[in-house]
Every structure is written in structure tokens, then in C-alpha cells.
């Protein structure tokens, strides 16, 4: 059964920053970083396509980076100069190797963002 464990989440002021990260036992292919604040629709954030190029939503452009982690099993979402309106749930989104297409979803990790 594959798990996916997301830490990183907090409370931070505005203008700070905080890096989450997603790991699993699995190799990851392709992973993405949505979020969804209360009210709203879940969004996608960033993305990481399995040839490594990423794409970001035009919000947190310059702001946010996804990376992947040397032993490819753990995702990560940095976080900087950080506004109110990225309060948010955040979740990991991932396809594993070997898993066909089917994707997989962390637990979400709550981010908090103080003005």
C-alpha cells in the first residue's frame, strides 16, 4: 500500500517562509503541489513533470519551488515571502514509477500565514 507522508506546515508572518516536503517508499515519476483554502476550490500551485520541467501557478511565480529530493522519493514545495492568501491546506500529488498512471495524494499539511 503506498503511503505518503507531508510535513513541513506551521504558522508563519508574512514575509516568511516554509519548505514542505511529501515522501514516500516509492520512486516518484511526476508530482504536483495543490491547495485549497476554505470556500475555494483545490488549486494546483506547482508541478514537476517526470522530465523534470516545472510549471507554477501565475500566483506564487517567483515565490514558490518544487523540487524533488536526490533519492526521488521525496517531493519538496519552498515557500517564500509568503501573503496572507497563501493560507491554505496544501497537498502533495504524486505518480509513482512502476504505478502506471494512477496518482496518489498526501494527507495535506495546513499552512497559516499571519498579516
Known amino acids: 500500500q503506498v503511503q505518503l507522508v507531508e510535513s513541513g506546515g506551521g504558522l508563519v508572518q508574512a514575509g516568511g517562509s516554509l519548505r514542505l516536503a511529501c515522501a514516500t517508499s516509492?520512486?516518484?515519476?511526476?508530482m504536483g503541489w495543490y491547495r485549497q483554502a476554505p470556500g475555494k476550490q483545490r488549486e494546483l500551485v506547482a508541478g514537476?513533470?517526470?522530465?523534470?520541467?516545472?510549471n507554477y501557478a501565475d500566483s506564487v511565480k517567483g515565490r514558490f519551488t518544487i523540487s524533488r529530493g536526490t533519492a526521488r522519493n521525496t517531493v519538496y514545495l519552498q515557500m517564500n515571502r509568503l501573503r496572507p492568501e497563501d493560507t491554505a491546506v496544501y497537498y502533495c500529488n504524486v505518480v509513482l514509477e512502476g504505478y502506471g498512471s494512477r496518482n496518489y495524494w498526501g494527507q495535506g499539511t495546513q499552512v497559516t500565514v499571519s498579516s
Open positions: 516509492r520512486n516518484i515519476f511526476s
Open positions: 514537476m513533470s517526470g522530465s523534470g520541467s516545472t
